[in-house]
């Protein structure tokens, strides 16, 4: 027998028991005539004492022993003479009457340490070496048990997981598929599925009713920071139900987490914010709801003064940062060169310091007099003390660095606790986006979402104002999940492929099962899907998703513990009547 | 608002209310004065009634309704005059006040209902109307709670849910990979997990100590019957272990199991049977326990009488049929046929009747007197009324033989009943397992199993001697699952990978993760894999694991309803460097 207890376990309480322990060596401690070990399993550390008390035959063992050594021990569990209220064990200790050694280990390329000396793709290659560590592992046990209560919830409301395949068909709306070739239909290949949309919504068909799974999702797109080609959704399907049923389930789903998880309390519902306001308050359709900064738009208010960067533009706004009047000149000239970035892409940035004695100052006190500084700080809700901040430009491009900008002053003023939860949702999206380098319509959600029923008038006439019975979950400015009420119906299906310039042949071809199941009494029916990833890593604190992960791939789609993707045998392509073409370097 | 309760909830207790109902229309029946409608639902079917307290609007609307179409309902529930107490709503009807169809339907291509008309092929290529009859449905609702049991027993011992990764390397032991081009790597490849043997491993490398999975495998094999290329595996490890501990935890789970969907309760631990008298005893090692009709080896005691067939085999054995003395000659002869037949291979049959009164018929009666007979006999532990059933050859595919011959009996006898359970432990299996066509060694189990202390001094010796610390958990003849105690120590893996012909720089490239992993710190470490899908079909009474998954594959490995594997455009090609090689009819 390995082990009697964890080395988590053990209190005062168990003082006089003889226990063998097993775990692994996190630190050596040899004080001459005294030897200390802390021993270490996923359950916590318990330190082990050898001395004058020790068995002869064991001293000289410690000699040999390092750290993430693997040991048995046995002994009697002691009262500490000085206890350690830091740790859980911290009142006792083993006295050590046998000691085991159940294997060695090499001196690790970095310290198992909740602060290590690893740099990250060091720990990468040694993935099991850096889940040794408290804080990489605390995050899987989050996600277990958010996997735990999703799926107590969901299966207290009667929904039913079902497992949908991994080997489906390629479909082209949405990201590049991951393909499959298969071996015993040469020439032919499976694709991996970016999501079970589909499958969920041929489940509802089936009359299935309630439906959700935890299931891997594949996208091969040139990954951007954070992003995995794998990722996991918390996939949900009910038929039956409108936009108010399902908003009203899934958030009871998300209090529970937060509750279960957190120990946090929601009594109010969610707000829910259209995605019209979110663009026009905050510049994005996933705001930051844990703190305030909403924009006013500034435009009609303060053209004609004479400013020529405001008279010549079609949108001017900005927000009120809360005591910040006293902002220096340094802290303003950053902020102008912050929001001139590439990546915020502003001309330049107007401001107005509401002085606590009443007074302004401003960068265009030459063209406004301090009456028209008041009117725009009462307008948009500033008091002595505040400073506004204003950005002009083409409207899409100045909320969108707005936002960026609303987001970077939030960090400073110390807005973004991550301990503090904002969730929301965003509602009313609009069905159709043009891309003007196409020069079409796309699916702003997927191309099953249903349009509102008063917009379903404008499929030919205008078809880029109707909006979707499509919903988002925001927290804290990321986009937890989101989801539609589907078409269920061949004819509006039909109609929405052709919005979409997609040909009744295509639409056959890539969704004819689909539309086939809708000829044989489809329910009406929606659903919603969260990140799983992401809903640990909000939870958890972290802005990475890769923490929560076991064994995440790098930027480069690499697995580096692995080696993987790797060169295949020649023989196993044979099989597969596939050929490697000459690799033209990008 | 589509509906206040299901089709599968109202009672007498509601007479009297007013509710809305959506579902399928089951079947119409109308009696002139009076419409029945059979309106279901995932949930259960309940009676609409028109008749003349109908609003006048709706009886011309029932002309234009045909099975499958979904409606929504309101009306009164009331008392039916003639109760149908079949049904758990079979006390009430709807007195119907208003019909809305939400979606029609064509009429199906099949009938959906409990016994259908639809041949297999129709049946899965519209899998989404098969998914709607009761014994399929059932099986998925069986499913779902499988899994929810398996969780919440496993999260309660401590067990956590680790995802591992589905794009991994690929490996070359077992059965062939399913490869997946990487375009972001190209000319290299992933491939889809076998099983995540290795990546639990390395968890255990980790101290996450207790891990289990509930994850799709990948196997790219020629299918025979039964065989999906993807199933599902309730995958566990465990850190700190023998194989009694591994044992004991997951019979705990397999009777959590048989009590929570069977309502089955077992006081005796099951049955732990060594691979060798497995084979001895049942010619399988995944003997069908639910009856006995154990064997007896007979070689040396039938020997040397002058009947050249015994006379000239190395094994001669039979088991003996409970009270079929009365087998008619043309029972015997198709018997013996059955034997014969390719499948079984045996050459020839030899019975012994040991009837009522005392007497013995046997078709070697030439060659043995009735106190020979009756010497077989009481070894064998017939008694008067028995048949004894005796078939000779090479000891191995003799065995094989009665093995199926004791499953056919066994059937005949109508000792394999669905709905009783036989689960038991086969141990003690060889490590490995001599290939004569490739004149060497493989795993039987697979490389990791760790052999038995005992011997390891075999290793060069005598390979073949030595056993395995491996199990298998079988219930009623079939193979649930598996599992071993690891080889931890990477020497003791090196030569391991040695006795299977696996180079030092083979055993590099391919596990050299593993390898370098146990390197540091690895602890001792077992665990097993159960095939989920078989698990269901066990206790869901069927042969069939198709029956138990959502969207199976047919025996090309062909979904046909999604009609995949498919052709993909040249420009997806493109992107991969592939090339597709003409392909050659086999």
Redesign the interface.
Known sequence: ???THTCGELRISHVGQKVTL?G?VQTIRNLGGMTFIAL????GITQLVFDENTPKNILPMLEGLGR???V?IAGTVIERSSKNPKMSTGDIEISVSELDV?????I?PFTIEDDTDGGDELRMK????D??RNPV?KN??L??IM??EI?KFL?GEKF???????????TPEGA?????????????????PQSPQT?KQ??M?????RYFQIV?C?R?E??RADRQ??F?QIDCEMS???QDDILSIFERLAKHLFYNIKGITYNEAFPRITYEDAMKYYGSDKPDLRFGMRFYELTEKVKGKGFVVFDSVDYIGGFCAKGCSEYSRKQLDELTLFVQRPQVGAKGMVYVKYNTDGTFKSSVDKFYSPEDLKTWAEYMGAQPGDLLLILAGKESSTLSALNILRLEMGDQLGLRDKDKFAPCWVVDFPLLEWDEDEKRFFAKHHPFTSPKTEDIQYFESDPGRMHANAYDFVVNGVEIGGGSIRI??SELQQKMFSALGISKEEAEVKF??LLN????????HGGIAFGFDRFCSVLGGSESIRDF???P?NN????V????????DKK?LD?????????QKK
């Open positions: 027998m390995y082990r097993s692994w270490r399993d996923r359950y993430e050594y693997v048995k159940l294997n060695k280990s090499e690790p040694y993935r099991y070496l889940l040794r592992r899987l046990e996600r277990h996997g735990q799926r299966d039913i997981e079902i497992e949908t395949p991994y080997l489906v068909n390629s590049r598929d991951f393909l499959v070739p298969s071996r015993m239909n040469p020439g032919e290949f499976y694709a991996l499958l041929l489940l068909v089936s009359g299935f009713d891997k594949f091969d040139d990954l080609p794998e996991t039956f139900v409108d269920f119906n004819g099962f199941a809708f000829r044989f009494g489809a329910p009406p992960i076991a064994f791939k480069s789609g690499r697995d513990m692995l080696d993987t993707p790797s060169k295949i196993q099989e597969l009547y596939l050929n490697v073409l000459p690799i």
